[in-house]
């Protein structure tokens, strides 16, 4: 439906080259990391499979300050 497609940190636009971005699952493993202009994650991992559904956590690191947080990947049937 084009509702929540991806998960993006809500940045001003002049920081989008000031943003790193990590996706770890429950077992703290890194399944994204992104840097620079492209910041958001579809629930997919490194090598393009789609995620499970479940609980995530990220962190943001936006012009040296990092913010963590947990969200939730759900698919649609």
Do not use: M, Q
């Amino acid at each position: 439906d084009g509702f929540n497609d991806a998960f993006e940190p809500e940045t001003r636009d002049e920081l989008f080259d000031c943003i790193e971005l990590n996706i770890y699952n429950r077992w703290g493993e890194l399944l994204f990391h992104s840097s620079g202009y492209a910041h958001s994650w579809d629930g997919r991992n490194f090598v393009g499979e789609p995620a499970p559904e479940g609980t995530y956590f990220y962190t943001a690191e936006i012009n040296g300050s990092i913010f963590s947080g947990s969200l939730t990947l759900l698919r649609g049937k």
